[in-house]
């Protein structure tokens, strides 16, 4: 009976040693400091300055031009060792047409008959709405962006651009934090996925300060031809996994996705609608996948990126759910613990209809309100607080 004797005269000397410091104002937490450096209008001048490069489809020179304007940011942030991965892309056949939903379909509690179960696992509930790709250049009827969008994808080579923020006392390691620059559907992939896209600059931006530094290393990466079938993160794992813990490429310790963070305006209506405004319930979801290697460790990391929410954003809460999928941390989770961060779910909500401009002409800078570009934003404050944690960032 003496270990817990001791550990109850520690627990009790600890506030002695507090007060005999003196000490009555607390240091300030360098994590809510670093937070304290996002701001809603620098992350929407960030997704406005992608949208200039239309909807960045994979393979055209839009994108390209999209990839060296991301390129100049992360230099002009100061984020150190700015580099390309390069990679072939040259499709099997033309991507085949995307699923129906239906308008305003309700499922009934076995998700409904006929229908199949959601990407990444699941159930629907509630009423669905039609989801799709559009194909169609006259369904924009903005002629300037019709025009900008219409130079068609060609195979070939591929770039995608990441930057590193090298840790002081474990370099060799680091978290991978993504968003996909590249868009389809004849708008401006405003949300899928210059959302993401711009928090993750965001990210590199603030965490390249001068006066920050952190243990460990952290990768921001933009990554290419996700809405091709996530060829742009496969080729990275491909490349570069077996190179851990060589001097070209620090040991992963974890993925983090980001992809379509603005709309969280509820189920689709009876009639197929959407509200149009964001709901007051609006939420942040962090998903990982229970099926995947690393499930345990990814909902842990999940749950320590809601407590990251709980503490640093400010406006919206956090969801943790099991079904992540569709989205770069998907060639990640059987190597490492990955997870992604949405708007909503992206198997039963998004899958269900719950965005309206998922690839179609009206995802638009325009289309978004700041109630929705403050979701991204408090996105970026849950992955800034939790990747800052995991990486023992301090402020000089
Ligand atoms: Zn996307």
Redesign the pocket.
């Known amino acids: 009976m003496r270990r817990p004797f001791v550990v109850l005269l520690a627990a009790l000397a600890l506030p002695a040693v507090a007060l005999a410091q003196g000490d009555s104002t607390p240091a300030p937490d360098p994590i809510a400091q670093l937070v304290a450096r996002l701001d809603l209008e620098r992350y929407k001048a960030t997704i406005k300055g992608l949208t200039n490069f239309g909807d960045r489809r994979q393979g055209t020179d839009r994108n390209r031009a999209a990839v060296d304007w991301i390129e100049a940011q992360l230099r002009s942030y100061g984020c150190s060792n700015v580099s390309r991965l390069k990679y072939e892309y040259r499709p099997a056949s033309s991507p085949s047409p995307a699923g129906r939903g239906g308008q305003g379909v309700r499922t009934d509690e076995r998700g409904g008959q006929g229908v199949r179960p959601p990407a990444g696992g699941g159930r629907y509930r509630g009423i669905r709405a039609q989801t799709g790709v559009n194909t169609d250049s006259l369904k924009q009827p903005d002629a300037r962006l019709r025009a900008l969008d219409a130079q068609a994808s060609t195979p070939g080579e591929r770039e995608e651009v990441y930057c590193t923020k090298i840790g002081t006392t474990h370099p060799g390691e680091m978290y991978i934090v993504g968003g996909?620059m590249d868009g389809i559907g004849w708008g401006e992939a405003a949300n899928?996925?210059g959302s993401?896209t711009a928090l993750v600059m965001e990210l590199a931006r603030v965490f390249s300060g001068p006066d920050v530094r952190t243990d460990h290393s952290i990768r921001f990466i933009l990554w290419n031809n996700?809405?091709t079938g996530l060829n742009g993160s496969r080729a990275y794992v491909e490349q570069r996994r077996a190179l851990q813990g060589t001097k070209d490429e620090p040991k992963w310790l974890g993925m983090i996705q980001h992809?379509?963070m603005l709309f969280d305006h509820g189920m689709p209506r009876a009639d197929g609608t959407l509200p149009p405004e964001q709901r007051p319930e609006a939420d942040v979801n962090i998903e990982f996948q229970s099926s995947a290697k690393f499930a345990a460790e990814a909902e842990q990391l999940a749950w320590t990126f809601e407590r990251a929410n709980e503490k640093y954003a400010t406006d919206y809460p956090a969801s943790v759910g099991s079904h992540m999928t569709n989205?770069d941390s998907a060639p990640f989770q059987d190597y490492v613990p990955a997870i992604s961060l949405r708007e909503n779910e992206r198997g039963t909500q998004i899958g269900a209809g719950w965005d309206p401009n998922w690839h179609q002409p009206t995802d638009l800078y325009a289309t978004y309100s700041d109630n929705d570009f403050r979701l991204g934003l408090n996105a970026a404050q849950t992955t800034l607080g939790a990747i800052a944690g995991l990486v023992g960032a301090t402020i000089k």
């Open positions: 996909h899928d996925d993401g996700e809405e992809d379509m989205t």
